[in-house]
Each structure stands twice: as C-alpha cells, then as structure tokens.
C-alpha cells in the first residue's frame, strides 16, 4: 500500500514512488555487479545515445524488428526482479523485457513514452540521484511535472503516467545505472 510519504509532492496519476528499496550493501553490491556487463551504446534509428544498455529477456531493437530474444536474466537479480514485481503488483515472471541503463556523467535520455506493446515499467534508480520529467500537451502548451529519483528507489509507471505522460531524465551529474523491468500488454 501507498503511503503519503511514499508520493512526490506532484505526480502523474499512474506514478508511484517508494525511496529506499534496497540497503546501501545492496546497492553497491549491485553496482559492482553492473561494472562487469558488456554495456553497448543506446542506438535508435541510426542515433547512437551517450548512454550505454543491456537487455535480458527481451530486448527492443529499435533499428530492425521490434522485440526480439535476449540472454536470460542473471540470478543475481532475481531478488531485485521479485521486489519490483510485489511493488507493481504483477508476477515476477510477468517482467519480460529488464533493460539496465548505464548513465555516465553528461548521458541524458530524451522525452518519449515506453512501446505500446509493454504495459507496467518499473524503474530503480542506482548510485546518484536525478530528476523524472514529465510532460503532456494541453492544447498549445505542456503540462510538466519533475519528480526527484533517489538512489535505491524504485517507481511505477502505470495508467495515465504511462500512457498520457512523457518523460525524460536531464544530463546525469553523476555515474548511474537504472534497472528497468517490463511486462507485456496483454
């Protein structure tokens, strides 16, 4: 259950936030772990980000077909897999798609919405802290919403959030990684 203190002061209807998911033991646990994946620079249509990723599961080409194979997820995140799953309120094996993003100082990620084809995106944030942005038109203009991100916290996007909401993260200030858990629309 939601608490007051578990929402930002502003949010999308469909965001839920809760800080500190995981102890700092495990965090850098984590990290450390995170330092030995073969991370390969974010590409999409011909544009190679700054910041780096890795797919389990599934992963998203966003230069060929779509969704498509990837390794499967290590059991080291397993635990990590069934907290986020108890937060979102879905089924651990329900997450299909787990991309971790490797931001280093200077990545940002620009505005978009998730594909239509995942339905719940569960994020946790790692390392340094950062701001969500969101934003939707209202006729001429955008409604915009930032939402601080903590390190060890995780969120939900689900409902209008997911669905009527952009988002996008600023340049990173610090080294960060973001573990981002995805179910397939029914």
Do not use: C
């Not at 930002?8 to 850098?28: C, D, H, K, N, T």
């Amino acid at each position: 259950m939601t608490s007051l203190f578990d929402l930002p002061p502003a949010a999308p209807p469909g965001f839920r936030y809760r800080a500190g998911l995981i102890s700092p033991v495990e965090e850098a646990d984590l990290a450390a772990r995170l330092e030995t994946l073969p991370f390969e620079p974010f590409q999409f249509r011909g544009y190679e980000g700054r910041r780096r990723v890795i797919s389990f599961g599934l992963k998203y080409d966003f230069n060929g077909p779509g969704l498509v194979d990837a390794q499967p997820l290590p059991d080291w995140l397993l635990p990590l897999r069934d907290r986020a799953a108890a937060f979102a309120g879905v089924a651990p094996g329900d997450f299909a798609h787990v991309l971790i993003n490797e931001y280093r100082e200077g990545a940002p990620i620009g505005w978009h919405r998730d594909r239509p084809v995942f339905e719940k995106i569960v994020g946790v944030s790692l390392l340094a802290p950062t701001i969500m942005r969101f934003r939707r038109r209202t006729g001429e203009r955008f409604e915009r919403i930032n939402v601080p991100l903590e390190p060890r916290s995780i969120y939900l996007l689900d409902g209008p959030a997911r669905t009527d909401w952009e988002h996008s993260l600023p340049e990173a200030g610090a080294h960060r990684y973001s573990i981002t858990f995805r179910n397939l629309r029914a």
